[in-house]
């Protein structure tokens, strides 16, 4: 690959992660401590920065996953590389002129050592006394040149060596922060586990501050005012952790209704603009295809499954909210089509308006006959896995949150991070929004009554 190629490369994962943002350049670089044209250079391959921080500030205010930071990192690795090279090469050039010119000149003395005092070297004293040598500091940046280049390679190499359950505390790997303006998820489906947030550690969990799962988001910590334009996301997230990593394997739909029929998204379009209520399997594809945001609460099922017949004892569900801010405008529309199951799954409640959330275990019930609430620690294996259904509510805020899922198995602990494919969940409060629910009969959305 050419030098020029692996600078485009790096300049258009920049640009992806930007758009991401949707915000201009201005605005972007006004948040990350830079200069405008300083950023518009990075994403159009103009110039590649000589620090990994600004390049890190811009993927975490984005929202990459671990996965999407490494390979921003490897792709700045290159970029620098291939510039180094480049002043190499017209180093080289220079040198090269340097010797054809000492080639064409009068045969000079080995030392230069008779150049009078206060004149400077290479400065002939006359036309029949022409010292050449190669300058002090061609020679100088041509060792320094070849030291980076060399470091460069070094670590190329380290990070290819890197197994993917790397520690959780590597800094290519920290957690993704809250997204502004995500929006909700659409169906579970396979996938690997982020291998920064699901490492496993020896002797206790990671504490919040190593864990690549508790970094705050890219506004700070909890309290911040992420921005109230939702952004639909792809889906649910999933994961496992790698053959001697993660000893379970998860995923998490995001699209549960209550009872299968009732749930409420906030949608920022008039009635006439919002399509009939999907069926529930289909509710991913239509909030996304909305740009909804889940309303009051957001049911999300987590399905945890051991990868073999050993157990792995699930120690704790935690919840982490990393983005604050007030309810987002736009009209309710509820998804209700006469619900009455007679069956209420046991799950985890969640209080997104406290200082401080806790999942708090709750028992369910099947027709009368109460099913028992979860108790930590729960026990997991290939033969015997576990769903775990969480509600997290909200009446004040639109709350960017996600879990994280403490495990213990022969003697080794971890903690794995369960979000929206790298992303939090988002649940905003409708109070004081108009409600709607669909009218089957007239086939058009009315005021809830």
């Known amino acids: 690959m050419s030098s020029d190629e692996d600078v485009a490369e790096f300049a258009a994962l920049l640009t992806e992660l930007k758009a991401r943002t949707e915000r201009s350049y201005g605005s972007l670089a006004r948040r990350l401590g830079m200069n405008t044209s300083t950023l518009h250079r990075y994403c159009a391959g103009e110039a590649v920065p000589q620090d990994f921080a600004p390049v890190e500030r811009l993927a975490e205010f984005c929202g990459a996953t671990p996965e999407e930071r490494l390979e921003l990192h490897r792709r700045w690795l290159r970029a620098v590389a291939a510039r180094q090279a480049r002043a190499r090469g017209a180093e080289a050039g220079g040198e090269e002129t340097a010797a054809a010119e000492a080639a064409a000149a ?17 400065v002939p004293q006359d036309a029949d006394s022409v010292p050449v040598a190669t300058p ?7 060792s320094v040149l070849l030291g980076v280049a060399c470091a460069l390679l070094a670590t190329v190499g380290t990070l290819s060596a890197l197994p993917a359950d790397r520690p959780s505390n590597h800094p290519s790997a920290a957690g993704t922060g809250a997204a502004a303006g995500r929006g909700p998820a659409a169906t579970a489906t396979a996938g690997t586990a982020d291998p920064a947030s699901s490492s496993p550690t020896s002797g206790a969990s990671p504490s919040a501050s190593g864990s690549a799962g508790t970094s705050p988001g890219p506004q700070g910590s909890s309290g911040t005012t992420p921005s109230a334009t939702p952004v639909p996301s792809s889906g649910s997230g999933s994961g496992s952790g790698s053959g001697s990593g993660v000893p379970l394997t998860w995923t998490a739909d995001s699209q549960v209704w209550a009872l299968g029929c009732g749930h409420d998204y906030v949608v920022d379009r008039p009635p006439s603009r919002v399509p009939p209520p999907p069926a529930a399997q289909d509710a991913g594809a239509w909030a996304a295809a909305q740009g909804a945001v889940h309303g009051r609460e957001t049911n999300v099922q987590i399905t945890v499954q051991g990868r073999s017949s050993t157990a792995v004892v699930l120690t704790a ?3 982490r909210v990393v983005g604050r801010a007030t309810p987002l405008a736009g009209t309710a529309y509820a998804m209700d089509q006469g619900c009455g199951g007679s069956i209420t799954p046991r799950s985890f409640a969640v209080d997104l308006d406290k200082d401080r959330p806790v999942a708090r ?4 019930s099947d027709a009368g006959t109460p099913i028992p609430a979860v108790r930590m620690p729960y026990r997991v294996s290939a033969e015997d896995p576990e769903v775990l259904l969480v509600t997290a509510r909200t009446k004040t805020c639109a709350c960017d949150w996600f879990l994280e899922l403490d495990w213990s198995s022969q003697g080794r602990t971890g903690t794995v991070r369960i979000d929206d494919r790298g992303r939090p969940f988002r649940t905003t409060g409708i109070e004081g929004l108009s409600r709607y629910m669909y009218d089957t009969g007239e086939r058009r959305w009315r005021p809830y009554v």
Do not use: F, I, K, T
């Open 136 to 142: 002090w500091y061609r020679r100088r940046r041509g």
């Open 361 to 364: 275990s709750v028992p369910g």
């Open 317 to 319: 569900l935690r919840v």
């Open 106 to 122: 009068p045969e000079a003395p080995a030392e230069v050592e008779s150049v009078p005092q206060g004149m400077p070297h290479g």
